[in-house]
């Protein structure tokens, strides 16, 4: 069974901070995905990332995929209070996304 | 918002009970996903419908079952529940079979509490 864990699983901090998550897995993978997941609301995707060492920017968040495609970051600059939520990664499994735990991130104005 | 539509929001009923949670998939969309969210598992996928027919099984109970009806939306049916089965279900669609490299669209979700 592939694990995914996520780290840190809860992270609070200042309005304008940057931030890093890590999801780490012993398995290969042939693409992993981070979703952001608001109270009451499904998970969104946010971004896919497929070739190892890929680098994807969307807005003040960066994604990267690690060169062996066992692992992934998300690091957030300047954080705002909009940035709060619960962020996950997942990874493709046989016939099945496999997620992690998550990260509950909160920015306090 | 998804497109994708989940009925009840919240659901609150007693152990031993059966409960039916719906999912309308996104205009287009012939895949049908559901996972089960708690606090202490996380995402949990259960199971896949693709175009009326079973496709994927992941971590559901024997006292679960689902269905695609041909206009494809979805049931899950929850049978003698117990206090562990309180959880979010999630329901998302695809446009494909295949979860490789696609995106998933999920539902707001149905709260189900078992008192």
């Known amino acids: 069974t592939q694990l995914l864990e996520q780290s840190p699983q809860f992270l609070s901090i200042q309005e304008g901070e940057n931030l890093t998550v890590y999801c780490n897995s012993s398995?290969?993978?042939?693409?992993l995905q981070w979703y952001r997941q608001e109270p009451g609301e499904g998970p969104v995707l946010l971004v896919t990332v497929v070739t190892g060492g890929e680098v994807k920017k969307l807005k003040r968040l960066t994604f990267q995929f690690g060169d062996a495609r066992k692992d992934s970051s998300l690091h957030i600059t300047a954080a705002q209070p909009g940035d709060t939520g619960l962020y996950l990664c997942?990874?493709?499994?046989?016939?099945?996304?496999?997620f992690g735990q998550g990260t509950r991130l909160t920015i306090n104005p | 918002d998804s497109g994708v539509t989940q009925t009840p929001k919240h659901l609150i009923t007693a152990t031993g009970q059966r409960v039916t949670l719906r999912c309308s998939p996104r205009s287009g969309d012939l895949s049908v996903y559901w996972y089960q969210q708690s606090l202490d598992q996380g995402l949990q996928f259960l199971i896949q419908?693709?175009?009326?027919?079973?496709?994927a099984k992941g971590n559901i109970l024997e006292r679960f079952s689902a269905q695609q009806f041909p206009d494809l939306h979805s049931e899950l049916n929850l049978s003698s529940l117990e206090l562990g089965d309180s959880a979010l279900y999630f329901c998302?669609?695809?446009?494909?079979?295949?979860?490789?490299?696609?995106?998933?669209?999920f539902g707001p979700g149905t709260r189900l509490t078992v008192l």
């Open positions: 998302a669609s695809s446009v494909g079979p295949s979860v490789a490299g696609r995106e998933q669209f």
């Open positions: 419908y693709y175009n009326g027919e079973e496709r």
């Open positions: 997942a990874a493709q499994g046989a016939q099945k996304l496999v």
């Open positions: 398995s290969v993978f042939s693409s």
